[in-house]
């Protein structure tokens, strides 16, 4: 894949500037969920660069210290309820504006695939879509449902995202976690797909 259009650096000097900020697991994942979501936008029709791109960036600010997401939240006057969040929220909602600083990527479709990838929306666009599923299914998961969630996401992606976002809402219940009103809303909007 040639990222150019999209992005100032190469994808092997991209690779290596990742290599430096996150572990060899992540950046395996990272390699995966780019591989995934560039044949689930073969099957679906969507642009394949942008979804390989989305795909390899999506974890990008993952290893981002919490004191720094704190002083995107500022800098960008974002909504300050995202202070009462984590990691886990914030490295796709406010890991975009750290690409965005570090890479000069400027494309406003793979940048909200990367913003919702771990809540959702309830509006998705098909490359939101693909980057939410494939960052589910990628090959290097493994966790019980993945294999159904594989399946399903051969024959109907919208089915896919209702699957991984009634599973991730029953596993946030069951642990007790706080769950982020836009992942709610993201169930409210795909669940009718598992019908
Ligand atoms: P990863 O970055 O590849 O591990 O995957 P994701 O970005 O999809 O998810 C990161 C973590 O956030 C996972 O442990 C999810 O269970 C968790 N997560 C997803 N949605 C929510 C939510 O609404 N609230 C909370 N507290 N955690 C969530
Ligand atoms: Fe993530
Ligand atoms: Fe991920």
């Not at 939410?132 to 399903?152: K, L, S, T």
């Amino acid at each position: 894949m040639s990222y150019e259009s999209y992005l100032a650096i190469s994808r092997e000097d991209l690779l290596a500037k990742m290599a430096e900020q996150m572990s060899k697991k992540r950046l395996e994942h990272s390699l995966g969920v780019e591989a995934a979501a560039i044949r689930l936008a073969k099957r679906y029709g969507a642009d394949e660069t942008k979804a390989g791109l989305a795909g390899l960036l999506h974890d990008y600010a993952k290893e981002v210290s919490d004191e720094d997401f704190l002083a995107l939240i500022d800098k960008y006057q974002l909504d300050s309820d995202l202070k009462n969040w984590g990691n886990n929220i914030w490295h796709g909602v406010v890991g975009i504006y750290k690409i965005k600083e570090d890479l000069e990527l400027s494309d406003a479709e793979i940048l909200h695939s990367i913003e919702t990838h771990t809540v959702g929306s309830k509006e998705m666009s098909l490359l939101d879509k693909i980057i939410y599923v494939a960052d589910y299914i990628e090959d290097g998961r493994d966790f019980p449902g993945v294999d159904e969630a594989r399946e399903i996401a051969t024959s109907s992606l919208d089915r896919a995202v209702a699957y991984e976002t009634a599973r991730t809402v029953a596993f946030l219940a069951q642990k007790a976690h706080p769950i982020y009103p836009q992942t709610i809303e993201t169930y409210n909007a795909y669940i009718s797909y598992l019908k």
